[in-house]
């Protein structure tokens, strides 16, 4: 993600299969990172149109819910708000106004 936030694509294919490659040899590794994985590679290595890029991380991000429900898998994604990352991607927004509106709609 940060390869891809910096605009340095040519490298993530690599990563990719450097992880893959890691995670092969590791025992219980995420589910999150196989999906983002898979999505990095479906997407932005087959050079899809704007609009499936849209449409598969709307994908991802239902994707990524289903797995938030995992209570090994939330833990991981305590640390960075991936479904505002999400909804700033689909809907053209920064991230930080995203997670500044969730914030602001949260009870807490």
Known sequence: MIHYELDNIGIIESIIRSSKR?????????????????????????????????????????QV????????????LMDFDFISWCDSKIENRSFIDVVREKANKSPN
């Not at 819910?65 to 991981?76: F, G, L």
Request: aromatic share 14%; net charge negative.
């Open 22 to 62: 890691y995670l092969s040899h590791e025992e219980g590794h995420y589910q999150f990172e196989t999906a983002i994985m898979d999505f990095f590679r479906n997407t932005i290595l087959k050079g899809v149109s704007s609009q499936e890029w849209t449409e598969a991380l709307v994908q991802l991000k239902e």
């Open 65 to 76: 819910i289903e797995i938030q429900k995992d209570e090994y898998e939330a833990e991981m």
